[in-house]
């Protein structure tokens, strides 16, 4: 059974870096396609980015190129969301989510990470 | 970057009746279009795939249909663990993109 398990609630301050994590299991982690969703209070489901395991091969939605940066770690079947300085209006829910091709939906998704950012 | 609209922003249906959803693509999204159903608290759950395809354990009363510009999931007899929000989001071209949602409300 494919099962992705994302690290707890964050609470920081603006300014302050961020790495929030993915981990994969049941399934072989460097053959499917993890992508991040961020999901803003009251508001509805964006696209961030897609990393390919295998060969590291990352894209960026527009909206979020150089404001955030998406890695793996192949040793331990683990994909990084990582900020490197903090805003407020990073405040949201953000999944994790994996499909099998780069053409393909997310049949199976992290519970998600609260991201608070407050002063 | 192709956007996606869904229209109402909020159906109000009551139970056992029929709900139809749309989604339209501004342009051509071939028929690699996906929904997904989103509750409070709990991760998007993904209930067509290919348009048409349900996903595994997605009840017969989920349906998807359309390709190209033009989607719509329907739902055909609402339970009341139907009552959520859904997105269509397109998978044809980068980046991928959501529409805004549909709220099904009780009526």
């Known amino acids: 059974e494919v099962q992705l398990v994302q690290s707890g609630a964050e609470v920081k301050k603006p300014g302050e870096s961020l790495k929030i994590s993915c981990k994969g299991s049941?399934?072989?982690?460097?053959?499917?396609?993890i992508g991040w969703v961020r999901q803003m209070p009251g508001k509805g489901l964006e696209w961030m980015g897609i990393?390919?395991?295998?060969?590291?091969?990352?894209r960026y939605s527009p909206s979020f190129q150089g404001q955030v940066t998406i890695s793996v770690d192949n040793s331990i079947n683990t994909a990084y969301l990582q900020w490197s300085s903090l805003k407020a209006s990073d405040t949201a829910m953000y999944y994790c989510?994996?499909?099998?091709?780069?053409?393909?939906?997310?049949?199976?998704w992290g519970q998600g990470t609260l991201v608070t950012v407050s002063s | 970057e192709i956007e996606m609209t869904q229209s109402p922003a909020t159906l109000s249906v009551s139970p056992g009746e029929r709900a139809t959803l749309p989604c339209r693509a501004s342009?051509?999204?071939?028929?690699?279009l996906a929904w997904y159903q989103k509750k409070p608290g709990q991760a998007p759950r993904l209930l067509i795939y290919?348009?048409?395809t349900r996903a595994t354990g997605i009840p017969a009363r989920f349906s998807g249909s359309g390709s190209g510009t033009e989607f719509t999931l329907t739902i055909s007899s609402l339970q009341s663990e139907d009552f959520a929000v859904y997105y269509c989001?397109?998978?044809?071209?980068?980046?991928?993109?959501f529409g805004q949602g549909t709220k099904v409300e009780i009526k």
């Open positions: 989510a994996t499909q099998q091709q780069y053409r393909a939906a997310s049949a199976n």
């Open positions: 342009q051509s999204v071939s028929s690699n």
């Open positions: 290919g348009a048409s």
């Open positions: 990393i390919y395991p295998g060969d590291s091969d990352t």
């Open positions: 049941g399934y072989s982690f460097t053959t499917y396609w």
């Open positions: 989001h397109q998978y044809n071209n980068w980046p991928r993109t």
